[in-house]
C-alpha cells in the first residue's frame, strides 16, 4: 500500500474512534500504527507489502497489550489512585471557625469557601477534613465521625 494510503487508513480509524464510536480505546492503537508505517514509508524504510502489514500488525497489538489500559483508566478517572472528588481531602483552615461558620481556604491552588459542618470549633492554623462539596463549598469538619 501506498504511505499516504497508510495515513489516510489511520486518519480515518482515529476519526472512527474520536467522533463515532466509543471502542474503550481499540482504536486509537490501530490507528496510530497504520499512521506509524505511513510515516516509515514516507522516511524511506520501503518494506514490502507484506511487511507493511506484518509491522501494522506487531505495531497495534503491541502499543494495545502494553498502553491501553491504564491510558484507558487515566482518560476515564479510574485509575488507582485517582481522586476526581475533593471528598476525604484536608484543608488548612486560616481562621477559627465556629459550628455551621463560613471562611475562605486555598485548597488545590484555588481559593474555596468552607463551611464548619462539624459539631466542633476548628482552631485557626488546624486541618480539617472535606466531607462533602456544594458548589463552591467545601464542607469541613474535624470530628473523627465525619
Same mark, same amino acid.
Given at each position: 500500500?501506498?504511505?499516504?494510503?497508510?495515513?489516510?487508513?489511520?486518519?480515518?480509524?482515529?476519526?472512527?474512534?474520536?467522533?463515532? %464510536?466509543?471502542?474503550?480505546?481499540?482504536?486509537?492503537?490501530? !490507528? +496510530?500504527?497504520?499512521?506509524? @508505517?505511513? =510515516? /516509515?514509508?514516507? $522516511?524511506?524504510?520501503?518494506?514490502?507489502?507484506?511487511?507493511?502489514?506484518?509491522?501494522?500488525?506487531?505495531?497495534?497489538?503491541?502499543?494495545?497489550?502494553?498502553?491501553?489500559?491504564?491510558?484507558?483508566?487515566? %482518560?476515564?478517572?479510574?485509575?488507582?489512585?485517582?481522586?476526581? !472528588? +475533593?471528598?476525604?481531602?484536608? @484543608?488548612? =483552615? /486560616?481562621?477559627? $471557625?465556629?459550628?455551621?461558620?463560613?471562611?475562605?481556604?486555598?485548597?488545590?491552588?484555588?481559593?474555596?469557601?468552607?463551611?464548619?459542618?462539624?459539631?466542633?470549633?476548628?482552631?485557626?492554623?488546624?486541618?480539617?477534613?472535606?466531607?462533602?462539596?456544594?458548589?463552591?463549598?467545601?464542607?469541613?469538619?474535624?470530628?473523627?465521625?465525619?
Amino acid at each position: 500500500m501506498l504511505w499516504w494510503g497508510w495515513i489516510v487508513l489511520g486518519v480515518v480509524i482515529l476519526g472512527a474512534e474520536m467522533f463515532v %464510536i466509543d471502542a474503550q480505546f481499540f482504536l486509537v492503537f490501530i !490507528g +496510530l500504527s497504520a499512521v506509524l @508505517v505511513g =510515516v /516509515s514509508e514516507v $522516511l524511506g524504510l520501503n518494506l514490502p507489502e507484506w511487511g507493511q502489514w506484518m509491522m501494522f500488525a506487531a505495531l497495534g497489538l503491541i502499543s494495545m497489550v502494553t498502553f491501553r489500559k491504564s491510558l484507558y483508566l487515566k %482518560i476515564k478517572g479510574t485509575a488507582p489512585g485517582f481522586r476526581a !472528588g +475533593l471528598n476525604g481531602d484536608m @484543608v488548612q =483552615v /486560616s481562621d477559627e $471557625l465556629a459550628p455551621g461558620a463560613e471562611s475562605r481556604a486555598s485548597h488545590r491552588g484555588t481559593k474555596w469557601t468552607i463551611r464548619n459542618v462539624g459539631g466542633g470549633i476548628i482552631p485557626a492554623g488546624q486541618r480539617a477534613r472535606v466531607v462533602k462539596t456544594d458548589g463552591l463549598v467545601l464542607h469541613v469538619s474535624n470530628d473523627p465521625a465525619d
